[in-house]
Structure formats: C-alpha cells, structure tokens
C-alpha cells in the first residue's frame, strides 16, 4: 500500500500535494525528454484530475501510451529526486543552461533569497511545496487524452488506495475555457505578466477590468432570470467564494432588470449547538446538512412558493442558538427570493418547489493564473487565504487556527458541495486575476504569527512562499462593490 510503504500519508492534503507534485516533476521531466523544444503547461483541476498540455503539439493516443510508459519507468526504477537550496540567481543559470526557460520570466519578481529546486536526471525545476525524495512513490497514476491536451489522476485523501472515477464536468470545463480568455484579453497569462503591469503603474485599469468583467456576467445571469421568471435563486459555493457579495451584487442587477429582490442566509437555518448530534469523536460536522433545520426551510419555501407569508428564524453565531423570535418574510408579485448557503444546490433544499420556479448558480474562486507553466495558485489555496484575512479582521481568529480547521472544511466541501456543481444553470468564477497581491498585503503579517513548535507552521510557510511570487498591489484603487472586499473590508454591503 502506498501509505505504508513511502511512509506519506495520502489521508491528508498534505500527504496529496506531495504525491502530486512529485507526479508532476516526473510528467514534466518526461515532456522535455519528448518535446524538448515544446513548452508543457500543467493549468487547473478538471475531471478529478488535473489539466495538462504541451504548446503546439495535441496529445494522441500514441503521445498517452509513450507518456504512462516513461513515467512507469521512473516509478519502477525508484530514482533519487535531489532537492538544492539555492539563490535566485543559481536557479535561473541553472534552468537556463537545462534550456527550461519557463520560469526565467517570472523567477526575478520572487522576493525571496533562497529558493527550492529540484533535480532529476538533470533535469531541474522549482516547485514552490515538498516533492518526495525519489520517484517511486508514483506507483498509482492514469493519463488520459482530453481536449488537446490529457489529464492525470492520482489518488485522493478520501481513498488513497485507489484513483478517482473520471466525471466529466463540462459546464467547470467551459468555465475555464471562459476566463483564460478573459486573462488573454486582459493580457494577464502568467504571474509575470500580472507582475509586469503593477511595475508599469498600469494596474489600475486591469482591475476596473477584471470587476466590470464580472459585472458583464452578473448582467447575463440577471437577465436570463428575468427571462423565465424565475421565483428562487439559489446560490452555492465552498467556502470564501464570496457568496455574500455575489448574492448582493445579484440583487443590484435584477433591480435593473425590473425585478425587486430579497436576500435570505441558510446559515440562519443552524440547529442550534447544544441539539446537534456529535459523531463517536465527539465533533459535530457544521458542513454536513443535517446541522441545518431542513424541514423548517422547506416549510418556508413551500408557503412562499404558494404566495403565503411566512416566519423565518435567524441565528446567533455568538450564543450558537436560534434567536426566539421569527421574522416575517413574504415576496410580491414583482419580487424573488435569493437564497445563498453551501447547501442552496442540494436537491433536499427544493424538495417539492417546481423546478421552473428554481434557477440554481453555484459560485467558487477558480483561479487560472499560474506562477509559472506548473506552479498553480490552486482554486483551494486562493479560498484559504481569502479566508484567513477574513477570519482574522471580521472574526479575530488566527491563521493557526483556520489553517488547523481547513482540512475538515475541505471534507466537508468534497461531501456536500462539489458533488452538485455541475447540476447548476450557471457556474460563476468570483475569482480576480489581480487579488493575490492585494491579499499578500493582509496576509502576509497574519501567516508570519505563526509559531514554528505549531502544526499549521508548514503550511503558513508554503503560502508565504508562494504568495512571495506576486508584487504587493495597494487596494486603493478596489471597487467597494468587489467581491474581494469581503475578505480584505471596506465593502459597500452590510456584511
């Protein structure tokens, strides 16, 4: 069993992200042995796996058999991974004379005096988190063809001893197809290039940009619920997605179609602490929905649905119980309602409500930009950080804390989230290609608290690593309406 037998443990995302990354060298070193003249790009998650293709080349059946074979070999064989600690300007002679030119553009913004590189047949490379220290521990993989590109899969935390089931995602797919266009327009393909135009003083403009980008889509979503006179909104998303702020900037938008809308948390539908049900542990699972009063919300939704009036409840997070009193909500003729909660897309939550009546978004920040041709700045890693500025200003906790909590937050995503997204009508990307230097400014001093006798101390210190890749960028010029002020402050609604 691979757990046992490299002494990683693939329950955890730590456990994972080596195992990943130390897939992704091999794949890389692999592609140049194919293709030397050729650039290999590793892009995003997709299909439970992740995205990779080579520039200028589409990947045929041939092209898979030959990769698998390669990389089997290195699994087999069991080489030495050799990792340097080396000055920037060492990493950049070194990857210049390895003809790996990828990182020569974006290496110099890194503000950092060492950093990590790895070595394989000589073939070198920098990753920004741990590779394992040979490259026998890839011992379970799969490639296969998809679009021009492939895909590979590795095992998951939830079931470390086999790989994932393929499940196709299209409406995810042409999302991201959507917003690397968008970063091609916006001439915003890389952290270099992001980089490049904070230097230039430019950087203003791209972020009006990036957030009338985003107003175009909400206007769309807007006017297609218009269109089909639809009466709920549900909205849902992992956590910081900025779900909030969507639903709110949602609402501006209908008023300009015509339609009056009202806003209503799930949140508020929490059983309260003391009556919910520990596992053999003695936790509670907040993100299971089950913590939710269930039947109430689909009381309510029922009377509303029929034009009734109706009484909602709505929760103290500080007390950890339900107010006494209800409140009053009913919608008009002319209004709809808008419901935002991790749960608004299970199917439970709408039981008995026409679908006709129903127009369900589901929201999360996937991000496309990239470090370089395979250091991501994953979807999770933005989601974390957003949180860990939120968590720390407007609920005065600490990075300790929230890194502690993240892997169960994440568990809890993979149950009762993602298996919905793609039953939704629309897919809506809250990332902004600018955000990651915004948020290095606030979360920077909050991940260098940290103490190092403490077990989230690796992972504070891999964001600041990677966070390291993006000029600062002053958040004067950040529209208060932007779903990014709901982590950093200053938002024009009542958050």
Not at 246 to 273: E, P, Q, T
Not at 390 to 396: C, T
Not at 415 to 442: C, K, M, T
Request: glycine letters at 4%; proline letters at 3%.
């Amino acid at each position: 069993m691979t757990i046992k037998k490299h002494n990683i443990d693939l329950r955890t995302i730590p456990g994972v992200r080596i195992y990943r990354n130390t897939l992704q060298f091999v794949l890389l070193k692999v592609l140049y042995d194919m293709f030397p003249d050729k650039k290999a790009k590793i892009e995003y998650s997709i299909n439970k796996g992740c995205f990779c293709n080579v520039e200028g080349v589409e990947i045929q059946d041939h092209h898979i058999t030959a990769i698998k074979s390669r990389v089997n070999h290195y699994a087999k064989k069991d080489l030495p991974i050799k990792k340097y600690k080396v000055t920037k300007q060492e990493a950049m002679e070194l990857l210049k004379n390895n003809s790996n030119d990828v990182y020569l553009n974006s290496l110099p913004y890194v503000d950092k005096d060492k950093l990590t590189i790895y070595e394989l047949e000589g073939f070198y490379s920098v990753f920004y988190s741990e590779l394992y220290t040979s490259t026998g521990i890839i011992d379970l993989f799969d490639i296969k063809k998809h679009n021009k590109g492939f895909i590979f899969y590795y095992p998951t935390r939830h079931n470390p001893e086999k790989l994932p089931e393929m499940t196709e995602q299209k409406k995810l797919q042409a999302v991201f197809d959507e917003s690397n266009k968008w970063g091609e327009v916006l001439q915003i393909t890389d952290v270099a290039s992001l980089n490049k135009k904070v230097a230039e003083g430019s950087i203003n403009d791209f972020i009006l940009a990036g957030e009338a980008l985003q107003d175009l889509k909400l206007g769309e979503i807007a006017r297609q619920i218009a269109k089909q006179k639809n009466k709920f909104i549900m909205i849902a998303g992992p956590s910081s997605s900025g779900k909030t702020t969507f639903a709110n900037r949602l609402r501006i938008h209908l008023i300009v179609n015509g339609i009056n809308a009202k806003i209503l948390s799930m949140d508020n539908y929490y059983i309260n602490r003391a009556d919910m049900v520990a596992d053999e542990d003695g936790k509670v699972d907040l993100e299971a929905i089950e913590a939710l009063d269930i039947d109430f919300f689909r009381k309510n939704m029922i009377d509303l649905s029929q034009g009734k009036s109706t009484l909602v409840p709505v929760f103290d997070f500080f007390t950890a119980t339900r107010y006494p009193d209800l409140l009053p909500l009913e919608l008009k003729e002319d209004e709809v309602l808008i419901v935002e909660g991790i749960h608004g897309l299970n199917p439970l939550t709408t039981e008995n409500i026409d679908d006709g009546q129903v127009y369900k978004i589901y929201i999360s920040a996937l991000t496309t930009i990239n470090i370089d041709n395979h250091n991501r700045f994953a979807t999770t890693d933005t989601r974390l950080i957003r949180r860990l500025a939120r968590d720390f200003y407007h609920r005065n906790a600490s990075a300790s804390r929230t890194i502690n909590m993240w892997e169960s937050v994440r568990s809890g995503e993979d149950r009762y989230i993602f298996p919905f997204q793609e039953q939704s009508d629309v897919i809506f990307n809250s990332a902004l290609l600018y955000e990651h230097g915004v948020l290095r400014n606030v979360a920077e001093p909050i991940l260098r608290k940290v103490n190092k006798n403490d077990k989230a101390y690796f992972e504070a210190q891999r964001l600041l690593d990677i966070l390291s890749a993006f000029e600062k960028i002053d958040s004067s010029a950040i529209p208060p309406s932007s779903i990014l002020r709901e982590f950093i402050g200053g938002s024009c609604f009542e958050l």
